[in-house]
């Protein structure tokens, strides 16, 4: 049991001599976020501006300095996020406010392109290691599974979307679900929902919940297209319907992007599995827990929702204490 009266968080800029200095007594709307679709973990806050030493502390945090933020829940300062600063804004308003953003080490992964080409048979996890080799980012934890890919070929892509197609075709392979996170200056390809302590989130515990459903990107078809001929047409090899009483609602697949036709089938269903039913967007507003992230497995009971789900995206608040958190139903 976590006392949320007891959390503690200390933001700190690192200094190039290798010194910590605390910013935590100077700033204020410190919040951090994992939001659904975005690679990198960003943190925001701002900091009253006054001198410090021979200088300013806006002269301490540059653009590319290093922030560190830590937090305590009972169990002594854990690492919570180290950042980079990417923006930077100063406003004069008579007390001298500047406004801080950083973001992990994916963040070059997420801002950088590159041309790169992976032969048949080359294993997914041997793709994402050669990424992160190649911009210097060690390997942390890597749950992979050992599974061989087809042909990839990458042109003008960022290296965020390639690593987001390989754990893709993991996925509609059968491989299961996977999020990519940065901790302690490495990357970590983690199997989804696979933390060892599930916290609960019952009853009143959830201070605001929203549960909103639509069919927006509703799949009730699958076809898999073959191989064009030489005047340019291309063959249907395959279709596969889903919950077509809610109308037709295509998707295509394309049978060169597999190794065989069994496996296109294969992804067509997982297709059908993941978009063939109504979609649902949950939240949940509850005490902020600084080390929940996304990825990990919870359980909620409140409203409309009931069971295990993973968490998609988070948002901390230390300034209320709180978070928010986009899950999805395992």
Do not use: C
Not at 97 to 126: E, H, M, Q
Not at 271 to 287: D, F, I, N, Q, S
């Amino acid at each position: 049991m976590i006392d949320i009266t007891k959390v503690k968080y200390d933001v700190a800029v690192l200094l190039p001599q290798g010194e910590r200095l605390s910013l935590t007594n100077v700033a204020r709307g410190l919040s951090w976020s994992e939001q659904s679709g975005e690679l990198a973990a960003s943190i925001q806050f701002q900091i009253l501006n006054q001198r410090l030493g021979d200088g300013w502390l806006h002269q301490k945090l540059p653009l590319g300095a290093r922030t560190l933020l830590r937090a305590d829940w009972g169990d002594g300062w854990q690492e919570i996020h180290q950042g980079i600063i990417f923006d930077w804004e100063y406003e004069n308003d008579s007390v001298g406010i500047l406004d801080v953003k950083a973001y992990d080490i994916l963040i070059y992964l997420l801002r950088s392109k590159d041309d790169r080409y992976y032969p048949s048979g080359t294993k997914a996890r041997v793709i994402i290691e050669d990424i992160a080799k190649a911009w210097s980012i060690p390997i942390g934890q890597n749950d992979l599974p050992d599974m061989s890919l087809s042909k990839q070929i990458f042109r003008g892509d960022t290296l965020g979307a390639m690593l987001d197609k390989v754990l893709d075709q993991v996925h509609k392979r059968g491989g299961g679900k996977y999020v990519i996170r940065a901790s302690g200056g490495k990357i970590n390809i983690l199997r989804q929902g696979q933390n060892k302590t599930v916290y609960r989130f019952v009853g009143d515990v959830v201070r605001r919940m929203t549960d909103q459903q639509d069919i927006e990107d509703l799949v009730t078809r699958v076809k898999i297209i073959g191989k064009e001929d030489k005047a340019g047409r291309a063959p249907v090899v395959a279709t596969l319907d889903g919950r077509t009483e809610f109308g037709i609602l295509q998707d295509v697949i394309y049978r060169e992007q597999y190794d065989t036709v069994a496996a296109a089938k294969a992804a067509a269903q997982e297709v059908l599995k993941e978009r063939g039913a109504p979609r649902k967007r949950r939240t949940l507003t509850a005490p902020d827990l600084p080390f929940l992230r996304r990825g990990d497995k919870i359980f909620a009971s409140v409203g409309t929702i009931e069971g295990y789900f993973a968490v998609v995206g988070v948002q901390h608040d230390a300034d209320n204490r709180s978070m928010t958190m986009e899950v999805e139903a395992i």
